[in-house]
């Protein structure tokens, strides 16, 4: 069975911080993939980053960056000088790799962003 | 390119009565995707096909169907509706592969009184 775990419910920031999100799964496939979603209060979940297995090297884009760290089974999402448009709710999902196609998703962070 | 589109975006139904819901997946892609949303049980997997085909189903009863067509379109039904079907119901779509990333569309959210 696939389990993500992201521990933290709620976080509250004050703009311009940084922050992190909290992501960690179990699965017995040697091959998966990880993956970042963002719901904004509109509803629509926005992909923000795919991962394989295979690849550990972290990842930047603009203020985002991500941890993925096999041997803690963690893919740990980094928010840099936090806006208010980053208010939104977070989950990090994994898709095995034996023809599962299926995301199992983590339970998901509310982020809030106050000016 | 336009997104997933799902109609309708909401829906108020009784219970016993049944519901179909309908996905348009981004255009090329093939596979599409539903996920159940609620507050209890977070994002769940119904079910996914890939060219009419369901490759995977996840843990739901037999009242949650679906099927795809062979424009990729998809519509998923649930009949004799219970109260706790109430959720945001998700539909995604994915190109042609296996383990692509998946993209969302807006949702269709259905309240059963």
């Known amino acids: 069975a696939q389990k993500v775990t992201q521990a933290q419910t709620e976080i509250s920031v004050v703009e311009k911080e940084d922050v992190t999100l909290d992501c960690v799964y179990e699965?017995?496939?040697?091959?998966?993939?990880l993956f970042w979603y963002k719901q904004p209060p509109s509803g629509e979940l926005v992909f923000l980053i795919r991962r394989n297995s295979f690849d550990e090297q972290n990842e930047i884009s603009g203020r985002y960056s991500w941890n993925f760290q096999k041997s803690t089974s963690s893919f740990n999402f980094t928010i840099t000088a936090s806006q208010v448009v980053d208010s939104a709710v977070y989950f990090c999902a994994l898709m095995g790799g034996a023809g599962s196609y299926q995301l199992t998703f983590g339970k998901g962070t509310k982020l809030s962003v106050i000016p | 390119k336009a997104g997933v589109t799902q109609t309708p975006r909401y829906l108020i139904k009784t219970r016993g009565q049944q519901v179909t819901l309908s996905c348009s997946p981004i255009s090329g892609h093939r596979s599409v995707s539903w996920y159940q949303q609620t507050p209890g049980q977070g994002l769940q997997f119904l079910f996914e096909y890939f060219s009419e085909t369901q490759r995977n189903k996840g843990n739901f009863p037999g009242r949650f169907s679906g099927r795809q067509f062979s424009n990729s379109r998809s519509e998923m039904n649930v009949s004799t509706l219970e109260l706790g079907d109430s959720a945001l119901y998700l539909c995604?779509?994915?190109?042609?592969?296996?383990?692509?990333?998946?993209?969302f569309g807006p949702g269709t959210r259905l309240t059963v009184l």
């Open positions: 699965t017995r496939d040697t091959t998966y993939y």
């Open positions: 995604a779509s994915s190109a042609a592969g296996t383990y692509n990333e998946q993209f």
